[in-house]
């Protein structure tokens, strides 16, 4: 039995070298092999810096636009963000996450584990990376260069970050009166004329508790008849 699977092995062999010869199965150098790992680990580390600065991005845009203080709002505030969610960014974050778990199966420590264990681990890291970059200076950095008009191709991104999306029940502006749990603002992200607005607080609330006068404020709620009957007010902190 031993030398029948000697002869096996040297007739597998022999088949090897026979496909070589004849140009079947080419054979690749070393340099290859190595020139192909370092091109693999390059992508690996271009794919997951990009994740990281975008997945960054779009905490601070969430951040600084005031959306996420919807969260806060009750289910009325939570619907809403989750309609205002740039969700176009989390698909495209969503595909750079399946190639760059793609290439992290190519190393060996990969094969030690599932591959949804892989793609997990990976969300996790690149998630936890980017909430960290964004409590860094570099995207106030950013967001200033591009208000100088110093900062090419993603300069509009910055731009418009702190932009909220008109008619969706979203408004920022600075208090202009308080008067019981009413008060007039000045809308700020208005591309047209200023225009004025009574804003309309819960019943028991005294707005002058928690506002003064000229306070920049972020508020939820449905316009009705020249005034938004607000379920949600909080005050901005300058940025």
Known sequence: MENNHTHEHVDLTRQVLNKIETGEVSMKSKSYFTL???????????????LTLLISFVFFSLEISEQLSLLGFGLRGVGLFIMLFPWWMFLLNAVLLLA???????????????????FLGTVCVVTVLGYAVTYTPLHQSLLDRAREKRLPVVGSYYEHARDLPQGKGVYRGQVLAIEGNTFIIGMIDLNTASATYRVVGREGVDIDDFLDPGDVVFVAGNMNRGSIEAYGIKKVVSR
Not at 36 to 50: E, M, P
Not at 109 to 115: D, G, K, W
């Open 36 to 50: 192909k790992t370092v091109a693999v680990i390059f992508l690996t580390f271009l794919i997951a810096c990009t």
């Open 100 to 118: 760059l778990e793609r290439l992290l199966v190519q190393f060996r420590f990969a094969y030690a584990y599932p591959l949804v264990y892989v």
